[in-house]
């Protein structure tokens, strides 16, 4: 009861995730604060020593998130414009102290509904790589997330990196956050998009989704079907109707009402898209 | 990892790493947050512990270069890593004075701090420091949006932010030099506060960081039901199965389990016997060691709870509630009452009329410092230090609960991380002082931010309706006020609001007929208490949303209609008071006029071109009066002379930030006619000082600073006599001899040829002051205060009609402050008011049981606070010490009716429901039918 394992080695860390139960922790930027008052009685899983899970990079048409990759880093490291989108949400996460310490990738682990990466993850197609001493899986970031706090992660499993497909020429992305103060707040919804243009000037593929509007991020698939083929312009924001965020299950709470949820995702949405479409 | 056995089950191990540049190696469980190792087991207290939850910033270090929470690391992330905190700034470069006289050194960046005023309580400034520090290493010139960014992680409760930008921003200029002036020149000058340095180093010492190594651990265990009847399963149980425990307090440990801020007012148990009234009540102390205080949680302690249905608001407001105290039957607690002429014909034949509800919710202090100390018996005596408002009240407070004389107890306070009337209410004290008496060991306890957001006070949520007439020359009429107050489970300062409000209801303005009636009304929601301005910010939401609404009717502009109907000396308020000078609200109207009529203009020209965003711009107008309620309310401080020729003040006024340690330096020097660096301060300790009364209702300038200045005074008049010199002569002090200079010549005392008092000083002076007020008769007429602050704040606001978000972006503040003793301090104090005030308009929203953290409650960040002008208009008090009234409240009052009105001005929507979040916000918008409907 109670050991602390830091291992420098991946194999290690599988190890003792094989052995049994440990919290695993990263920037430790939720594990701390949700034991407020709950000293850790259990095994403890650092895996910030690994090397091999450190670094974001491109390789051979992914994207590659490593489980250590922080928001700062993201958000520093020279990446193409179509990852906009989800280095706008790197700092908007907390304030730079979190952003220094949390990983992209326990932002997703913890799947608190509220995680302001996981609607980008979603739009971006981007999957986990989990790895076990029984070997690697992959599995797209819509089926990993299952609930507020619940993720398809084994317990014998650690989440090793996110890998993000390269998307077509000339592809760009957006995010919009909504919180009721500027630095250190808990989004009341979010909005990310990302767009792959057609030749013809006009929506290739787009892919939206929202956050904080339900038990856990949602794309739009009946919004993003309906902007396929329409012109590239100012007027298109304009055609996402409330009926198109019929998907989601948005709840009252300290941060706002459902209702409040509902209109202002379709504001957030709204803007997302323009953002795609005034950027050049 | 092998290792022992350590605290709360987890394994120790040794981690090494470079801290401060030094090699160092502890032997401690890797899973220890390293807040709590740099604190507990390094003894550097310097990084501060606000939440321990990432929220609020003030354990930032630095770990490798880059700025992270120490309370969200792991010791063992550190391993042969460099971690350094703010005792680690500056290790080189030129020492100046520090504490106690000895050396400190400061890097530019904390001597620009010091210089601009940027810390005011302190506990937030060594997170400030080190996030800046990391900023200004990659980016030596940055601009005001990158500071803010880098900050952003940093909460501060005091000082509204612009002064830390600042202080970032002025990094680069040169020099550790400060203003030092001469003898007859500090009151006035933007001197920086003598207690400034060790804020600035790490070395000062709040509530947790002076804890005695052998204390025993003590934590409380807290209701989580607004009202129940509980009872305690087999505590000898408990004590076995945990031997770390020394002690299981009940409240028949209690030896006067009631206590209370007024002599009537005795109704809050230090722990609940069988009944609790709020949820966060303490219903027993645990005490013992550190591992099984932090270990034992609250399954682990038998109590049977039956929860009843609690007593809201509303049903308090409509009676026949179920009964909290025996001895108020309707719950009640109390009523204040102003009548003044025939209000009802008035609003009869009145030109115009217009009536307003306004409903305000809890608001928390936040300060960022949790209630913290510790106590110890000295034979018959108990010794608390603690953080605290008031160590005066403290001291008899505590002799009551303990059932032992006033002499028996002595108070310490330790700096203050922030109050805002928090800490004028016991909170770790009972409970502290009795079980260090029990045990006869120290005995230690710091809350947790959740148990201080639970159990501690708030501002009292109002429900009010007023109306408000004039004539057709636009001169107010009649005011119309009922008001009520959510006053909670206890007493607390319940009754001062009650009985504030009333006399301010109208706000500033002279009107002839009066009825204020207000009521504090018991529920089972936390206590409501002392929260700066005591219920008139709640009252000022009123009567400026009608100051606006009847400007529109009448087809005046809103400010002009409140400059002419400004209070003007010679006037009588609304208790038939006639206030003969000082009286500074219509110049600081006029003060506001050229940036009125241009920020108006420029806001309609900006909406004539339509868009998501509209623009406003609001007026606000306030009035508070120094010091208690028709209520004696005397301060004493001595001033004493060294056979070295320092002087010592005994200064009894708590500094909690708000620079009274400076101010009453600077007013003794000056009444001396001596400088202020050759002062060294004793502080607020019950043995050694005079009873200067408490840190509340903005009285320590005026009050304890007429009591410096007529000690400052006093010991002139005895230099004088014993020189044997005139009144205008000159003073100087040199090697321990006073000189005097005068027509007559130069005469010299030697200061060692005096005989010391046991206080060691060769001559000494007292002053005393209380503030002239009168009874209040059964109208509530008479003279409740000796004086009033006044101001006039303009916020200009953004707000997204599609959104509800409301983004202040400019506030300019005129404030009548009688004469700034210290204009950085008196800047600092309305840019932190209105940071609060900003907070209560827009964001904050105490909701028990659900916003007990600082991410779910929300107060501004660097973002949200805007650029605030300050304008002091200087309207001299001739009863203050040199002309000065005071600022700490008043500051807050004006700002959230600035900014509400701003936001009928954009949108034309009125909200006088408090806080305007964006979802209510957009509900009214909707309501309204303002804006785009999707
Ligand atoms: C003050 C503050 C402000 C914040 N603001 C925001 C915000 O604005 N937006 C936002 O989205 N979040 C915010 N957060 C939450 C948090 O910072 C982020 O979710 C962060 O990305 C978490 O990363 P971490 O590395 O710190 O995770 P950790 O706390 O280390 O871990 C989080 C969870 O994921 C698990 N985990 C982590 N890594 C792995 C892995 N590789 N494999 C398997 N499981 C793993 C852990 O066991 C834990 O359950 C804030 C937190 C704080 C304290
Ligand atoms: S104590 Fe670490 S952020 Fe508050
Ligand atoms: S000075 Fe920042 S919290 Fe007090």
Known sequence: MGRYHRPLALADALATLAGGPATVVAGGTDVFPARLGRPFAEDVLDITGITALKGIGLDGGWLRIGALATWSELAQAPLPPWLDGIRRAAREVGGVQIQNAGTVVGNLCNASPAADGVPSLLALDAEVELASSAGLRRIPVAEFVLGNRRTARRPEELATALLIPEPGPGARSSFEKLGARRYLVISIAMAA???????????????????????????????????????????????????????????????????????????????????????? | MTGTIDRVGAAAAETSFLLNGRPVTIRVPPIRRLSEALREDLGLTGTKVGCNAGDCGACTVRIDGRQVCACLTPVGQVAGRHVQTVEGLAVEGPAIGGRGGHEARLTRLQASFHRHGAAQCGVCTPGMLMAATDLLERNPAPTRGEVEDALGGVLCRCTGYRKIVDAVMGAAEDGIAFLVPQAGAAVGAR?????????????????????????????AVRSPHARARFRLGDLAALRRAWPGLAAVLTAADVPVNRYGIYPTGKDQPALADGEVRYRGEAVLALVGDADTIESLTDADIPIEWEPLAPVTFEAARAGGAPVLHADLPDNVLVRGRVVKGAVDDTFAAAAAASVVEVETAFVEHAYIEPEAGWARRVGDRIEIVACTQTPYMDRDEIAHVMGLSREQVRIVPTAVGGGFGGKLDLSVQPL??????????????????????????????????????????????????????????????GPTVANRVPVHATGPYHVPHVRALTRALHTNDPPAGAFRGFGVPQAAIAHEALMDDLAAKLGMDPLEFRHLNALRAGEPTATGQVLEASCGLAACIAALREPWRAARAAAEAANRAGGAVRRGVGIGCMWYGIGNTSLSNPSSMRVGLRPDGRIVLYNGAVDIGQGSNTIMVQICADALGLPMDAFDLVTGDTDLTEDAGKTSASRQTFVSGNAAERAGRGLRAELLRRLNVGED?????????????????????????????????????????????????????????????????????????????????????????????????????????????????????????????????????????????????????????????????????????????????ATGVRITRAPATPDRVLAALRAAGVGVTP
């Open chain 2, 191 to 219: 001197v920086a506060k003598t207690d400034g340095i060790a804020k600035l180093t790490g070395e000062e010492r709040y509530g947790a960081d002076a804890m005695p190594a052998d204390a025993l651990w003590l934590r």
């Open chain 2, 432 to 493: 502290l002082a009795v079980a260090a008496w029990r045990l006869g060991r120290p005995v230690r306890w710091t809350y947790s931010r959740p148990e201080s957001m639970a159990a501690s006070t708030k501002r009292h949520p109002a429900r009010i309706m007023a109306r408000a007439c004039a004539g057709s020359d636009g001169r107010l009429l009649g005011y119309d006020f009922a008001g009520d107050f959510n006053t909670g489970a206890y007493a607390s300062w």
């Open chain 2, 729 to 905: 002569a000159a003073l100087r002090l040199e090697a321990g001899c006073v000189h005097a200079r005068d027509a007559g010549g130069e005469r010299t005392l030697r200061l060692a040829d005096l005989e010391p008092d046991a206080r060691g000083d060769v001559l000494s002076a007292v002053g005393t002051f209380d503030p002239p007020t009168t009874a209040l008769d059964e109208d509530g007429q008479g003279v409740p205060y000796a004086t009033y602050g006044f101001a006039a704040q303009m916020a200009e606001i953004a707000v997204d009609l599609e959104l509800g978000t409301v983004k202040v972006t400019r506030i300019v503040a005129a404030h009548d402050v009688g004469r700034a003793v210290n204009p950085i301090q008196v800047e600092g104090q309305i840019q932190g008011g209105i940071a609060q005030g900003l907070g209560l308009a827009l964001m904050e929203e105490y909701v028990p049981g659900r916003t007990e953290n600082l991410h779910d409650y929300l107060i501004p960040t660097f973002g949200d606070v805007p650029e605030i002008e300050c304008i002091l208009v200087e309207d001299r008090e001739p009863l203050g010490p040199f002309g000065a009234k005071g600022i700490g409240e008043p500051a807050l009052v004006p700002t959230a009716p600035a900014i509400l009105n701003a936001l009928h001005h």
């Open chain 1, 193 to 280: 998009a990302v767009l792959e243009p057609a030749a013809d000037g006009t929506v290739g593929r787009i892919r939206v989704a929202v956050g904080a509007c339900g038990p856990v991020a949602r794309r739009l698939p009946a919004l993003e079907a309906a902007l396929r083929g329409l012109p590239l312009g100012p007027d298109l924001a304009g055609t996402v109707t409330p009926a198109h965020l019929d998907g989601l299950s948005p709840i009252d709470d300290v941060r706002g009402t459902a209702e409040y949820r509902r209109e202002a995702a379709l504001v957030l949405v709204r803007r997302a898209i323009r953002t795609l479409t005034e950027q050049a």
